[in-house]
C-alpha cells in the first residue's frame, strides 16, 4: 500500500514535471512567435489577406469553387476552365480517353445525389464523376461504384463514364470505394479512371490557368481575383510559397524541442514530438493564460505552431515506417515479400497455393480508427481454410469476404510495439503451409 508520504510525493513530482513542461512549451510559443512575425513582416511590404484563407473553407468549399470555376462561360461560347482541365488530365496523366472527351453543352452539379461535383453532357453523352477528399476524409464502401450507378441512371452508357479521384496527396482510392470485385469496376474504368490531386495536380492546374489566361480575363476583375486567392491559398495550404519560412519556423522548434534533435534516433524524436503535441494541445485547451501572454494572445500562433509540429511528427513516422518496411523484408530473404510505396507499412504477399490471390498486409491509419490489415485483391478470404484461426478470432473483424483488420493503437509513442505486432501476424501467416517458399 503506498503511504501518504509517497503519495504526496508523486503529487510533487508531478507537479514539477508538468510546471517544466508547462514552461517549455510556453517558452516554445514564445521563440516561435518572435520568430513568426519576424519572418511575417520581411515577407511582403503588401498587407497580406485572402478571403478563401479567412474563412476556413471545409471540403464542401473546395467543391463550391471548383463548380463555380468549371461551370464559367467565356464570351466565345468555351467553358474554359473544363476545357483546360480535361486537357491537363490528358497530358499530366497521359490519359488518352479524356482527350477524347468533347465538350457540347454540360451539366454542372456540385452536391447532387451526394455526387462532390458532377459534369454531365447529354449532347456530347458523356459523364465526369469528382470525388472531392482535399482532407484526407475515408473512402466509403461501394461510393464511387453508387456514383456509376446513379450516373448510369441518369441514362449515360457505362463507356462513356469517367471518374476523377481527388485526394490531397497521390494517392488511389480504397479497393471497397469500387463495390463488389465482382462487377470489376475498378478493371473496366482503369482507362477512365485517374488520380488527379490537389497538392501535386490541381493547385498546378490552377496557377497555369491563371498566369496563360491573366490577358484574356482583364475585364473580369472578380473572376481574376477569385482565381488569384485560390491559386494563392492552394499554394499555401501546400507550403510551395513559404518553404523557406516554414524551414526557418522548424529549425525553432527543432532547437528548442532538443540541442541535436536532428542526430537522435527516429523513434525519439517522434517520441519527443508526441509529447510535446499533447502538453501543447492539453495546455492551449485549458485557455492557459501563461501560454496567451506569451503568445500575444493569438490563436493564429499556437494553430501555426501545432500544425508544424504534427507535419514534423507526420514526416518522421513516414521515414520509420519505410525503414521498418525494408528492415522487414531483409529479415525474410526466402519469402518474396514485395514494398508497396503509399508511407505506411504495407507488404504485398507471395502467392498463396492454388488461389490466385493479390494479397497486402498493411498497417493502416485513419482520423477515427487505425489497424492492421490483410486484403485480397481478387478472390475470398473467409474461403481460404488456412486463415480460419488467425482471422476469425476475437482479435480480427471480416467487413466483407475480401477485408480482415484488427484495431490498433496508433499513437506514436507505440508505433514500435504495432510495428512487432504486424511482424508477428506476418510470420504466422507466412507460417503456414499454404505459401510457397
Known amino acids: 500500500m503506498v503511504s501518504r508520504e509517497q503519495s504526496l510525493e508523486l503529487v510533487r513530482n508531478f507537479a514539477h514535471n508538468y510546471g517544466l513542461l508547462r514552461k517549455f512549451v510556453c517558452d516554445l510559443a514564445g521563440k516561435y512567435r518572435e520568430c513568426y512575425d519576424d519572418l511575417v513582416a520581411n515577407q511582403s511590404q503588401h498587407y497580406h489577406i485572402n478571403v478563401i484563407e479567412e474563412l476556413h473553407i471545409?471540403?464542401?468549399?473546395?467543391?463550391?469553387?471548383?463548380?463555380?470555376l468549371l461551370q464559367y462561360r467565356a464570351a466565345n461560347g468555351k467553358y474554359v476552365f473544363l476545357e483546360s482541365l480535361i486537357e491537363a488530365i490528358g497530358k499530366i496523366k497521359l490519359k488518352p480517353a479524356f482527350s477524347g472527351i468533347t465538350i457540347s453543352n454540360p451539366k454542372i452539379t456540385q452536391e447532387k445525389k451526394r455526387i462532390d461535383l458532377w459534369v454531365r453532357d447529354y449532347e456530347s453523352g458523356y459523364a465526369i464523376i469528382f470525388e472531392n477528399k482535399v482532407y484526407n476524409a475515408a473512402d466509403q464502401d461501394a461510393q464511387i461504384y453508387r456514383y456509376i450507378q446513379e450516373t448510369e441512371n441518369d441514362g449515360f452508357a457505362k463507356g462513356s463514364i469517367f471518374v476523377v479521384y481527388m485526394p490531397e496527396t497521390e494517392k488511389d482510392p480504397d479497393k471497397c470505394s469500387w463495390g463488389d470485385e465482382k462487377n470489376g469496376y475498378e478493371q473496366n474504368f482503369a482507362e477512365r479512371y485517374v488520380c488527379f490531386s490537389f497538392k501535386e495536380n490541381i493547385s498546378k492546374w490552377v496557377k497555369d490557368t491563371l498566369e496563360s489566361k491573366i490577358i484574356e480575363w482583364k475585364n473580369e476583375t472578380i473572376l481574376?481575383?477569385?482565381?488569384?486567392?485560390?491559386?494563392?491559398?492552394?499554394?499555401?495550404?501546400?507550403?510551395?510559397?513559404?518553404?523557406n519560412m516554414l524551414q526557418s519556423l522548424e529549425s525553432v522548434i527543432k532547437s528548442s524541442l532538443s540541442p541535436d534533435f536532428d542526430k537522435k534516433p527516429v523513434e525519439e524524436q517522434i517520441k519527443i514530438l508526441s509529447d510535446y503535441i499533447f502538453a501543447l494541445e492539453s495546455l492551449a485547451s485549458e485557455n492557459d493564460e501563461t501560454l496567451a501572454e506569451?503568445?500575444?494572445?493569438?490563436?493564429?500562433?499556437?494553430?501555426?505552431?501545432?500544425?508544424?509540429?504534427?507535419?514534423?511528427?507526420?514526416?518522421?513516422?513516414?521515414?520509420?515506417?519505410?525503414?521498418?518496411?525494408?528492415?522487414?523484408?531483409?529479415?525474410?530473404?526466402?519469402?518474396?515479400?514485395?514494398?508497396?510505396?503509399?508511407?505506411?507499412?504495407?507488404?504485398?504477399?507471395?502467392?498463396?497455393?492454388?488461389?490466385?490471390?493479390?494479397?497486402?498486409?498493411?498497417?493502416?491509419?485513419?482520423?477515427s480508427n487505425t489497424y492492421i490489415q490483410l486484403t485480397s485483391k481478387s478472390g475470398n478470404l473467409n474461403e481460404i481454410s488456412a486463415f480460419d484461426n488467425l482471422l476469425k478470432s476475437k482479435?480480427?473483424?471480416?467487413?466483407?469476404?475480401?477485408?480482415?483488420?484488427?484495431?490498433?493503437?496508433?499513437?506514436?509513442?507505440?508505433?514500435?510495439t504495432i510495428i512487432e505486432e504486424y511482424k508477428i501476424i506476418l510470420d504466422r501467416i507466412l507460417g503456414t503451409k499454404y505459401w510457397k517458399a
Open 58 to 68: 471545409n471540403e464542401n468549399g473546395h467543391s463550391r469553387i471548383l463548380c463555380k
Open 224 to 243: 481574376h481575383s477569385a482565381l488569384h486567392q485560390y491559386s494563392h491559398f492552394l499554394d499555401t495550404l501546400y507550403n510551395k510559397q513559404e518553404s
Open 395 to 416: 482479435t480480427f473483424t471480416d467487413s466483407n469476404k475480401w477485408n480482415y483488420w484488427k484495431v490498433v493503437d496508433f499513437s506514436p509513442s507505440n508505433i514500435e
Open 294 to 367: 506569451k503568445t500575444d494572445k493569438n490563436k493564429a500562433v499556437l494553430d501555426s505552431l501545432l500544425l508544424r509540429l504534427n507535419a514534423l511528427l507526420d514526416r518522421y513516422i513516414l521515414a520509420f515506417c519505410k525503414t521498418s518496411s525494408v528492415q522487414i523484408t531483409n529479415e525474410r530473404p526466402n519469402v518474396n515479400l514485395q514494398i508497396l510505396e503509399d508511407g505506411y507499412i504495407t507488404l504485398a504477399l507471395p502467392a498463396f497455393k492454388g488461389v490466385s490471390n493479390d494479397l497486402t498486409l498493411s498497417i493502416k491509419a485513419e482520423r
